[in-house]
């Protein structure tokens, strides 16, 4: 585990991990850039995560991977890296993107797949106890291969994108048999069954397999839908100028959803329906700042006091 | 008053009044068209209020208007319609517009302006007692010249729409000076201020006179924005399919929302907060059917039991 390690934090240390990727990202925002940001879906969930249970993270880096990004991932307290994977001779993923003045929209400007096209990333024997699983975006098939590995499994999320509802249709619908849960943006969502409208998607989604599903529609919040109903969270408000880099937005709102259930151990309606508010409040610092640095200074009381005054701003009747 | 005027079926009777439209529209939707439907900003704000509180009506119609929609109108118990205008030689405003299979998305095929183009409707005497003022959608110097004409007022809310803010700016800049409230979809704000966020929009308006504005987005909810702070409410989840028009949807959110306040006589924070869940019901039943077809068959017991599936499917936490 991590040298920062320390479960002392947290009540109870129910097992959650994250498998996906960790990324070297080069942002280009309406306003600034950045290039050598810690990224990748595997980071960002996990970073979210651990400011509420412990997670462990399954993921592999090249030699080319920075000290220092291996530094900041050891610096969260509730991060344990004992699972990913170093390959000198590898290289790191790679992605640019550049986000246009309506924040929502992007363009991806170069990737370099390195370790992700090799072998995925081996699961360390002391992780086969984990109970609550999410797999990080990379190939369904790879995906599909993780879950096996995880015996004690009570909860199994997934999340995808544009690429693999495109290219690997068929190894997703059969990872859709496999998983409990999904989380997808609106767009991906349409892609994935055809229709536009949030509530028509997931209704086709849970045909496919899931017992649930969460449309995340960016500023304009979420729509989780399960086999006894449904559940809507608006977005936090945010001006357009407070968001720094939505980099990761997705991933930190998954983060924030599995470590909530992973806090309470509940896997039912209600609890999904409050871990919503949790993901979402959780994004909402995520675009704070670019990479893992606002995520990095997160205080518990600076997350409480925000979710409270989530519930209070989207308190309804 | 209407002779199916009833005010029993109400606890009091606070004097809640709209000035606006009403209009003969034409509409034609991915999968249907109707011609001859009853319409305007006054006819939907009216029927969706009076499901709440008694609303008086101010607006003009001409010597074209079918006696099937004054009847229809009539048939609103709550619906008073001495301040309805008939002018025998002149025509009734009229719109044609056409729905996309986005329904978020419209065209307009013909406006034939008619009696907008007169004088307005004078407001009855017995319509000075008004305290809750609604003046829907139409040109701002004539919003402008009903306030006035209601000395007991106590709360003044207009609508308004993209027309006003590109041909008449400068009454419309005049109107948000003396009005205590907005209600604006998020293309229309952000056509006011130049701010495609509704956040940012929303603040921008306060700065223009208004105590609060709240901006409709739609299938993605409304914001309300105060000086005092903000508050979310998502759209109740509707499928495309359950969609049969649009038209009318944004009115009857407001005459939801002015229904309630009038309804409880409170115009403070956490009443404009409960009044968005009004609203929001509202519309999600206005747009079941074409016209007033859905409103004249609501019973009180069905909004209720939307209105607390609604509370729960958007508990936050």
């Given at each position: 585990?991590?040298?920062?390690?320390?479960?002392?934090?947290?009540?109870?240390?129910?097992?959650?991990?994250?498998?996906?990727?960790?990324?070297?990202?080069?942002?280009?925002?309406?306003?600034?850039?950045?290039?050598?940001?810690?990224?990748?879906?595997?980071?960002?969930?996990?970073?979210?995560?651990?400011?509420?249970?412990?997670?462990?993270?399954?993921?592999?880096?090249?030699?080319?991977?920075?000290?220092?990004?291996?530094?900041?991932?050891?610096?969260?307290?509730?991060?344990?890296?004992?699972?990913?994977?170093?390959?000198?001779?590898?290289?790191?993923?790679?992605?640019?993107?550049?986000?246009?003045?309506?924040?929502?929209?992007?363009?991806?400007?170069?990737?370099?797949?390195?370790?992700?096209?090799?072998?995925?990333?081996?699961?360390?024997?002391?992780?086969?106890?984990?109970?609550?699983?999410?797999?990080?975006?990379?190939?369904?098939?790879?995906?599909?291969?993780?879950?096996?590995?995880?015996?004690?499994?009570?909860?199994?999320?997934?999340?995808?994108?544009?690429?693999?509802?495109?290219?690997?249709?068929?190894?997703?619908?059969?990872?859709?048999?496999?998983?409990?849960?999904?989380?997808?943006?609106?767009?991906?969502?349409?892609?994935?069954?055809?229709?536009?409208?949030?509530?028509?998607?997931?209704?086709?989604?849970?045909?496919?397999?899931?017992?649930?599903?969460?449309?995340?529609?960016?500023?304009?919040?979420?729509?989780?839908?399960?086999?006894?109903?449904?559940?809507?969270?608006?977005?936090?408000?945010?001006?357009?100028?407070?968001?720094?880099?939505?980099?990761?937005?997705?991933?930190?709102?998954?983060?924030?959803?599995?470590?909530?259930?992973?806090?309470?151990?509940?896997?039912?309606?209600?609890?999904?329906?409050?871990?919503?508010?949790?993901?979402?409040v959780?994004?909402?610092?995520?675009?704070?700042?670019?990479?893992?640095?606002?995520?990095?200074?997160?205080r518990a009381a600076e997350f409480q006091q925000r979710l409270s005054?989530?519930?209070?701003?989207?308190?309804?009747?």
């Amino acid at each position: 585990m991590g040298a920062q390690f320390s479960p002392q934090r947290y009540d109870h240390d129910v097992k959650l991990v994250v498998t996906g990727t960790i990324g070297i990202d080069t942002v280009y925002t309406p306003r600034d850039k950045r290039e050598g940001v810690l990224g990748g879906s595997a980071a960002y969930f996990a970073a979210a995560a651990s400011q509420l249970n412990p997670v462990r993270l399954v993921a592999a880096v090249g030699g080319d991977w920075p000290s220092d990004h291996r530094e900041t991932l050891s610096s969260f307290p509730g991060v344990c890296i004992a699972g990913l994977d170093a390959r000198p001779l590898s290289r790191t993923f790679a992605w640019g993107g550049r986000y246009f003045e309506d924040v929502n929209r992007r363009e991806t400007l170069f990737t370099e797949v390195g370790v992700l096209q090799e072998a995925p990333p081996p699961v360390p024997a002391a992780y086969r106890d984990s109970e609550f699983v999410f797999l990080g975006n990379t190939h369904p098939a790879v995906q599909l291969g993780f879950i096996d590995q995880f015996p004690a499994r009570k909860l199994v999320v997934a999340d995808t994108m544009d690429l693999w509802i495109r290219t690997a249709h068929s190894e997703l619908t059969a990872l859709l048999k496999r998983v409990d849960g999904l989380i997808v943006n609106d767009s991906e969502a349409g892609e994935l069954t055809g229709f536009r409208n949030a509530i028509s998607a997931g209704k086709k989604i849970l045909d496919m397999g899931p017992s649930f599903v969460v449309v995340k529609k960016g500023e304009h919040g979420a729509v989780l839908m399960h086999r006894g109903g449904m559940a809507l969270v608006p977005a936090f408000p945010v001006e357009e100028h407070q968001v720094v880099d939505p980099t990761g937005a997705g991933d930190s709102f998954a983060g924030g959803f599995m470590g909530y259930l992973a806090r309470e151990e509940r896997t039912d309606a209600a609890a999904l329906q409050s871990a919503m508010a949790y993901g979402t409040v959780m994004a909402s610092f995520a675009l704070e700042s670019f990479g893992l640095d606002r995520m990095r200074i997160l205080r518990a009381a600076e997350f409480q006091q925000r979710l409270s005054d989530f519930q209070q701003l989207a308190r309804v009747g």
